[in-house]
């Protein structure tokens, strides 16, 4: 079997293979990265590169429905949400045409001399981008885009699940008029990750996985003195803790755990319940959740054989460690995992500390926003989190005291294509989307004129 393949996880049929890059490509794709930083980004304005980024906009939009089959087959994203993930690209892509100018206006400095003095926000070179197969298009342009309009050029090394994706999106980039050595695709082996970190043409990383992978980047990025970007795990919270509405706040838990059939790094995985709403809340998302149909497209297959025996191993343990299921059988059909919900779940289990990526949501009762806290913060991961609480005082006090990159007060994911994202602890470092986001590979060079 090719290193590259398709494997649809709904059916195990495999569709297509593709070789892993020679070492020829990879140097090839080094070069023309290097050659365009050069000749290219350095020589182009902000502006023309935001007029690329609009018409990347405009086909992300008109490709939605070839891009979304695509990423069904790889993947088993289901349709509906493969084709809002397009758009959502797109609208990553329009909002940085559209505020790249503003975001990298000079930034005049006041200093005690009296001296004009600025900040120029200009590309550093060649960044690396390893990506993950769970959000094949939104992943790979949150990273990319705003580093081409930089002024950077970017080496993609997609997951390996997922090279039609990677295929697609670099002409994508191609025909909306980018240069090639801009968008460089690249099936890489592990080796030749490594190499290519350490090659003195790369200038950063940017690397959206798990945090056992994000360990060994960040080492090789340090041995070569190269920044990175990590985006890795999650185990966010969900908080209800003041509500006149326990339906609404049903309905967004679910949102928040099921989404990309419950792939997503900051997806909400502990529903956490203050007392006096707990019985309600836990019966009333015990029957949502086992309402959730694959027939109907609420959710998908996990994404490969090797995610369903994962996510099916880990909820053993909890349930052989005295943990409680109350809906779901930790019996997949396939890949089809059927939504569960565990609970009595104690700080001595594996599963306490551990992401579960997939369709499964932790259920736990707290006294007090004190306790409520304590929990949140029990976690090696730090990414996101969720309050629900009509008190909007309390959630901030609440939301203060989480050691996490985001707090959305009131719904799951308020993202949106120029809020930053990210997390700390072992979610990672660095930012995301946004201007915050789009300094992160930025040559921050000073100028200062004499009188």
């Given at each position: 079997?090719?290193?590259?393949?398709?494997?649809?996880?709904?059916?195990?049929?495999?569709?297509?293979?593709?070789?892993?890059?020679?070492?020829?490509?990879?140097?090839?794709?080094?070069?023309?990265?290097?050659?365009?930083?050069?000749?290219?980004?350095?020589?182009?304005?902000?502006?023309?590169?935001?007029?690329?980024?609009?018409?990347?906009?405009?086909l992300f939009v008109e490709r939605k429905d070839k891009l979304a089959a695509i990423i069904n087959r790889e993947m088993g994203k289901p349709l509906h949400q493969a084709v809002g993930e397009a758009e959502f690209s797109g609208s990553i892509a329009a909002a940085f045409a559209e505020h790249a100018e503003e975001w990298l206006a000079d930034e005049e400095l006041e200093v005690a001399d009296g001296l004009r003095s600025f900040f120029r926000y200009q590309g550093v070179g060649v960044i690396l981008g390893i990506m993950p197969w769970n959000y094949p298009y939104y992943q790979v342009a949150r990273f990319a885009i705003p580093n081409i309009i930089l002024g950077n050029t970017v080496i993609v090394r997609h997951a390996s699940q997922c090279?039609?994706?990677?295929?697609?999106?670099?002409?994508?980039?191609?025909?909306?008029?980018?240069?090639?050595?801009?968008?460089?695709?690249?099936?890489?082996?592990?080796?030749?990750?490594?190499?290519?970190?350490?090659?003195?043409?790369?200038?950063?990383?940017?690397?959206?996985?798990?945090?056992?992978?994000?360990?060994?980047?960040?080492?090789?990025?340090?041995?070569?003195?190269?920044?990175?970007?990590?985006?890795?795990?999650?185990?966010?919270?969900?908080?209800?803790?003041?509500?006149?509405?326990?339906?609404?706040?049903?309905?967004?838990?679910?949102?928040?755990?099921?989404?990309?059939?419950?792939?997503?790094?900051?997806?909400?995985?502990?529903?956490?319940?203050?007392?006096?709403?707990?019985?309600?809340?836990?019966?009333?998302?015990?029957?949502?959740?086992?309402?959730?149909?694959?027939?109907?497209?609420?959710?998908?297959?996990?994404?490969?054989?090797?995610?369903?025996?994962?996510?099916?191993?880990?909820?053993?343990?909890?349930?052989?460690?005295?943990?409680?299921?109350?809906?779901?059988?930790?019996?997949?059909?396939?890949?089809?995992?059927?939504?569960?919900?565990?609970?009595?779940?104690?700080?001595?289990?594996?599963?306490?500390?551990?992401?579960?990526?997939?369709?499964?949501?932790?259920?736990?009762?707290?006294?007090?926003?004190?306790?409520?806290?304590?929990?949140?913060?029990?976690?090696?991961?730090?990414?996101?989190?969720?309050?629900?609480?009509?008190?909007?005082?309390?959630?901030?006090?609440?939301?203060?005291?989480?050691?996490?990159?985001?707090?959305?007060?009131?719904?799951?994911?308020?993202?949106?294509?120029?809020?930053?994202?990210?997390?700390?602890?072992?979610?990672?470092?660095?930012?995301?989307?946004?201007?915050?986001?789009?300094?992160?590979?930025?040559?921050?060079?000073?100028?200062?004129?004499?009188?």
């Amino acid at each position: 079997m090719g290193a590259f393949a398709v494997i649809d996880p709904a059916t195990g049929a495999t569709h297509a293979e593709y070789p892993a890059a020679t070492d020829a490509e990879v140097e090839a794709g080094l070069s023309a990265a290097q050659k365009t930083y050069q000749e290219w980004a350095r020589t182009t304005t902000v502006a023309e590169r935001a007029a690329l980024a609009q018409r990347l906009a405009d086909l992300f939009v008109e490709r939605k429905d070839k891009l979304a089959a695509i990423i069904n087959r790889e993947m088993g994203k289901p349709l509906h949400q493969a084709v809002g993930e397009a758009e959502f690209s797109g609208s990553i892509a329009a909002a940085f045409a559209e505020h790249a100018e503003e975001w990298l206006a000079d930034e005049e400095l006041e200093v005690a001399d009296g001296l004009r003095s600025f900040f120029r926000y200009q590309g550093v070179g060649v960044i690396l981008g390893i990506m993950p197969w769970n959000y094949p298009y939104y992943q790979v342009a949150r990273f990319a885009i705003p580093n081409i309009i930089l002024g950077n050029t970017v080496i993609v090394r997609h997951a390996s699940q997922c090279p039609e994706s990677a295929l697609a999106l670099e002409e994508l980039f191609r025909d909306a008029g980018f240069p090639e050595g801009a968008y460089v695709n690249l099936f890489a082996t592990h080796q030749q990750i490594s190499d290519i970190i350490a090659d003195d043409r790369v200038q950063g990383v940017s690397l959206t996985g798990s945090e056992q992978v994000g360990a060994i980047v960040a080492e090789q990025a340090g041995r070569a003195l190269k920044k990175c970007v990590l985006e890795l795990g999650g185990a966010d919270v969900f908080l209800v803790l003041d509500t006149d509405d326990i339906d609404l706040a049903v309905k967004k838990a679910v949102m928040g755990r099921m989404g990309n059939t419950g792939q997503s790094c900051n997806g909400s995985k502990r529903i956490v319940v203050l007392d006096e709403y707990f019985d309600e809340f836990s019966a009333k998302f015990k029957a949502a959740i086992a309402g959730q149909s694959y027939e109907n497209g609420d959710f998908g297959p996990l994404s490969s054989d090797s995610a369903t025996r994962f996510l099916t191993a880990q909820v053993r343990g909890a349930l052989e460690q005295g943990a409680e299921i109350l809906v779901g059988n930790n019996e997949p059909q396939g890949n089809v995992f059927t939504p569960t919900v565990i609970t009595n779940i104690t700080p001595s289990m594996d599963v306490y500390s551990e992401e579960l990526f997939g369709p499964v949501a932790q259920l736990y009762k707290v006294g007090s926003d004190e306790e409520a806290i304590k929990l949140a913060n029990s976690s090696p991961y730090g990414l996101g989190s969720v309050i629900i609480c009509d008190d909007l005082e309390r959630a901030e006090r609440v939301g203060n005291q989480l050691d996490v990159g985001m707090v959305f007060v009131g719904a799951y994911d308020l993202s949106g294509a120029d809020v930053p994202f990210g997390g700390v602890k072992k979610s990672g470092y660095g930012r995301e989307l946004g201007k915050v986001g789009m300094l992160e590979f930025a040559n921050k060079k000073l100028f200062r004129f004499a009188k």
